[in-house]
């Protein structure tokens, strides 16, 4: 006879609310600092989390029910930590609008969520387009700006009840959802629960991952519309720890000062904005920082070098995507580093070990392909025809991504799966021949896109831009590239170029340079 024997334990659903009310009961003195288009603005948890149940009970009082869509359009602000909690906490679902995009795919993308009501910055008043089926639009001031029939955020927030009490739903309902900006075809959404949210936050806080404590003072520069910030919110809310929202100024002057005027312990952002923080002059002070955290798009070593060097400060290269909640893996070094201290930096530019919770595995078939499942990681896309595409049969998600691994589980993207370069039959690794280039003192940035070659079928072309003044030529590059990568690698044709063009979310847009370069 088959037994079973039934755990004993409470069974509690995991959400968002819950993040909320531990940061409201024990956390509640703890602050938040917010930058506005001209200063700052304090606040703490307790105020927050009350301004989120006003906020709540005037979208109930609007007509919000539980499962629909709200959406956002702004920097990353107090208020917007407000929604970041308020919306899933209500029930409804917090859509966050990525503010670069192109007007066509905004559109697609609030049509296509059904996005009843809008909340958007001040200062994005004029950026952002009118939407065709949204009832509300709801107005937060961080500084000049207007809006045409837009109602005013400190007036639901006035209007609203303080002890409005968030409702009980499923863990399995969506808190959250997000379209990833689609290199090929729409935009895809992707619906968080409100579980892998409580999940991926736990997870974030391992020591191991991140782990943010009560002590921190983070500043989340990655943006709250796209991607959830790498749930940083949510994760310093978790932990009790102090937060700074550095608003519309996102200039890596500005932001340094940031760190330096507020103390900031704790901060993560893509490699282009670290990389800022490298040429301005007189360096900045960023003596108050711990440790960062980069990912996005390839961290190169020199960058983590430079960190070092220059600032004494650990960069921690993180990988993810919007459809893995987004952190899935994080690099820190072993408790048996190697005792060589290039290879040291090898080790900190991979993208490290798999986060708990998420499995992984090389896909040979599809090219060396990472592929992962787990309980924070989308099952699919939100009413696309085309998701199938994107996970296999036996259900693992194809990140698109190309991947090695070495013994000690650590993970070193080598490419995009689209990004390779196939010269002669053999793949040439774009991301590591941009590392080799940008690893030369005078080049600022790199990216290396495939061209046709007759003979080869595909070569490397590497755009690169040189820092000011540098006469850096190709025939200079090469002969420093000669040791460093194999000889078919290195690239005859060398572009210089003022700027790498970027995409909304600030990576290399490699489309662009294809377009350019590929024809010519
Ligand atoms: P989008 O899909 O909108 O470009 P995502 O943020 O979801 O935005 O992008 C995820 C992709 O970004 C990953 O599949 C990977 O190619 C790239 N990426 C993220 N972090 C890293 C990293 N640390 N190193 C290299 N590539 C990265």
Known sequence: MHVTTPGLMMDGPLLVRGIAERAEQLFGHREIVSRTHDGVERSTYAEVVERARRVASSLQRLGVRPGDRVATFGWNSVRHLELYLAIPAMGAVLHTLNIRLFEEDLHYIVGHAEDRVIFLDASLAEAMPRFEGVEHEVLMPDGPGARDGALDYEQLVADGDAGFAFPDVDERQAAAMCYTSGTTGRPKGVVYSHRSTVLHTLIANQADSIGLREVDTVMPVVPMFHANAWGLPYAAAMAGSRQVLPGPRMAPADLAALIAAERVTFSGAVPTIWQGMLQLDPPPDLSSLDRVICGGSAVPEALIRAFDARFGV???????????????????????????????????????????????????????????????????????????????????????????????????????????????????????????????????????????????????????????????????????????????????????????????????????????????
């Not at 530019?349 to 599809?366: C, H, K, N, W, Y």
């Not at 990216?447 to 755009?463: G, I, N």
């Not at 040791?483 to 990576?507: C, Q, Y």
Request: aromatic share 8%; charged share 30%; glycine share 8%.
């Open 314 to 520: 650990p960069l921690i290269q993180a990988w993810g995507m919007t459809e893995t909640s987004p952190m899935a893996s994080v690099s820190h070094l072993p408790a048996d580093p190697p005792a060589d201290e290039d290879a040291r930096y090898r080790l900190r530019a991979t993208q490290g070990r798999i986060v708990p919770l998420v499995d992984f595995r090389i896909d040979e078939e599809s090219g060396g392909e990472l592929q992962v499942r787990g309980p924070t990681i989308a099952s699919t896309y939100y009413e696309d025809e085309s998701a199938a595409e994107k996970f296999t049969d036996d259900g693992w998600l194809r990140t698109g991504d190309v991947a090695e691994v070495d013994e000690g589980g650590y993970i070193r993207l080598v490419d995009r799966t689209k990004d390779l370069v196939k010269s002669g039959g053999e793949w040439i690794s774009s991301v590591e021949l941009e590392n080799a280039i940008m690893a030369h003192p005078d080049v600022l940035e790199a990216a290396v896109v495939a061209v046709p070659d007759e003979r080869w079928s595909e070569r490397p072309c590497a755009c690169v831009v040189r820092s000011q003044g540098s006469e850096l030529d190709g025939d200079a590059l090469r002969a420093f590239l000669a040791d460093r990568v194999a000889k078919w690698w290195l690239p005859e044709r060398v572009e210089f170029i003022d700027e790498v063009p970027k995409t909304s979310v600030g990576k290399f847009d490699k489309k662009v340079l294809r377009r350019r370069f590929a024809g010519a």
